[in-house]
């Protein structure tokens, strides 16, 4: 197999094994505050927002040292041990208690940091300046059929159901556990990308590095001095002037996924007018959002090259294209969904909003939810592997960082605020993110053109 086939075969790989995990964790982050609040048991009083904010709290702590990690252990093996980390995080549902589950997010924090460095490793390792568009495309709509399966069972099994049982909680976490697992397998069939030089010229010189260096086993002191370089580049890369503006946006992104991923699926099990269908369409909610995953994903990153080069489509109008999506989304779910919705307990609210609420509408919601999830972060990650291609698992350290401590402060409030104000907050982000993207992105078709381009 050539060179550039073998790095293809990984990508794919790399976003089959990120769809299984992911189908467990999404699917548990989507029915976790639900399910907890049908748990009877005097041994566990857990809260699935507070959970998920431990954890998006620890990912953030623990972004900036992963590259240390990641350069030790090398981004197959990374991958592999926090994905059996995130399947230990779906089984504690299978019996849960109070001090298990919390511990677990805690520890799942860490995974998550590092299961995330070094998918931006393998993904810049394995892609250049031509492939990186289409290769962020394949994995991005890989990973969100992650929201097809795992939903699709939901939707199917509770379908009718007002309270879920213990014995229904037990089959659906002892499923997403296997489903994760397999995921981890999977990572261990990623190869080591064949060298495009002569091996002699590879073998000539030390400095000659292969595309391999992630995954090569290295003795204590070149290990020692890998993990201090990659620590001390993620700290310059933050404060650099280009990261500092993407930040903004990748900060947006983190708001809009806890809302997506956690409390909009609450808010639709928790209104009463949808009678004993409101459990299932947290499960059919989720499949819209990941059908608009994958219609993003595909249209705007495996048609990435051909958008720019024969329509002159760049980054900029596809964000613009995710602004405008999630605002619409947004406003429908301002008038179709009871303001209360997100904190009220299990027996649901009776209120309604501006309209009677409707089904249909919330599913529109949840695909534009989606749709505009993944204009954002197909160019995030298109506009991050370009700008740091040379420093690629510090540099998405960084934008894990970002995201995760944003997405921890949103898990955070979620628990008080009423479904307006939190809808205020993703709209006043979003604005701002988008201006800070086409900044940004102006500056790298500067750049492109032969025009000076400081990142400092």
Not at 36 to 60: D, E, P, Q, W
Not at 148 to 172: P, Q
Not at 193 to 208: A, H, I, K, N
Request: proline content about 3%; glycine content about 8%; hydrophobic content about 50%.
């Amino acid at each position: 197999m050539t060179a550039e086939g073998t790095k293809l075969l990984n990508v794919i790989i790399l976003g089959f094994g990120f769809m299984f995990v992911f189908s467990a964790f999404q699917t548990c982050g989507n029915i976790e505050q639900t399910v907890i609040k049908s748990i009877n048991s005097t041994r566990f009083h857990g809260s699935g927002y507070t959970s998920l904010a431990i954890i998006y709290t620890v990912f953030s702590a623990s972004n900036l040292l992963t590259p240390s990690i990641v350069a030790l252990l090398g981004a197959r093996l990374s991958m592999f041990i926090s994905g059996l980390i995130y399947s230990a995080y779906a089984a504690i549902f299978i019996e849960p208690f109070t001090w298990s589950f919390y511990l677990a997010s805690v520890i799942i924090g860490i995974a998550a940091a590092v299961i995330w460095t070094a998918q931006g490793n393998c993904l810049s390792t394995n892609s250049n300046e031509s492939t990186i568009g289409r290769n962020s495309g394949i994995f991005w709509a890989l990973l969100q059929f992650s929201l097809l399966f795992g939903n699709l069972y939901i939707y199917l099994a509770w379908k009718g159901e007002k309270h879920i049982s213990d014995h229904n909680r037990r089959t659906v976490y002892i499923a997403l556990t296997v489903i994760s697992a397999v995921g981890s397998f999977l990572f261990l069939l990623i190869r080591k990308p064949v060298s495009e030089e002569p091996v002699s010229e590879v073998l000539s010189t030390e400095e000659d590095k292969s595309d391999d260096e992630s995954d090569t086993v290295l003795r204590p002191p070149e290990w020692r001095s890998q993990a201090i370089d990659a620590f001390r580049s993620a700290i310059r890369i933050f404060f650099t002037k280009d990261m500092l503006f993407i930040s903004v946006t990748i900060a947006y992104t983190g708001f809009e996924l806890t809302f997506f991923s956690g409390v909009y699926g609450t808010c639709l099990g928790a209104i009463n007018y949808f009678g004993n269908e409101a459990k299932s369409l947290i499960g059919l909610s989720g499949i819209f959002i990941g059908v608009g995953e994958i219609i993003g994903g595909a249209t705007f990153g495996l048609l990435n090259k051909f958008l720019s080069k024969y329509l002159g489509l760049g980054r900029n109008p596809v964000v613009i294209l995710g602004l405008i999506s999630h605002v619409i989304a947004f406003y429908l779910i301002f008038l179709n969904v009871p303001g209360d919705a997100p904190i009220v307990p299990d027996e649901g609210t009776n209120r309604v909003s501006y309209l009677i609420p409707s089904k249909i509408i919330a599913m529109v919601c949840s695909f534009l939810l989606g749709l505009g999830d993944s204009c954002f972060n197909t160019q995030l990650l298109s506009i991050v592997g370009f700008m740091y291609s040379e420093e690629s698992a510090p540099a998405f350290a960084v934008f894990k960082f970002v995201q995760s401590i944003s997405a921890a402060i949103a898990f955070g409030y979620s628990n008080y605020l009423l479904l307006h104000w939190q809808l205020l907050i993703l709209c006043v982000a979003g604005f701002f993110g988008t201006i800070s993207f086409i900044l940004v992105e102006w500056r790298t078709e500067a750049h492109s053109r032969g025009f000076s381009y400081d990142r400092i």
